[in-house]
């Protein structure tokens, strides 16, 4: 990820998946990066702890970059750049 800080990545669209459990944050996320053209960013808001590993794993399969994920109080950001 380099010197890239999350914080100031341009941001395309915003997924509120907070409160959903698996796998409703994955199904949602799917969703909302078919609406994205390549090289555009999803910034997706959850709590559920398997989207820690569901997300990145998802996004390796997929063809998507995985560009981090935030802790944040009470839930974690994570940012996927369309492949």
Request: hydrophobic content about 35%; proline content about 5%.
């Amino acid at each position: 990820m380099g010197d890239v800080k999350l914080e100031e990545l341009n941001v395309a669209a915003v997924l509120d998946a907070k409160g959903l459990s698996c796998p409703m944050p994955l199904l949602r996320t799917k969703k909302e990066m078919g609406k994205l053209k390549s090289g555009e960013i999803l910034q997706v808001m959850g709590t559920d702890p398997g989207s820690r590993n569901d997300i990145p794993g998802w996004c390796e399969r997929s063809g998507h970059e995985f560009l981090g994920l935030k802790d944040e109080e009470g839930f974690t950001t994570y940012y996927i750049k369309k492949g």
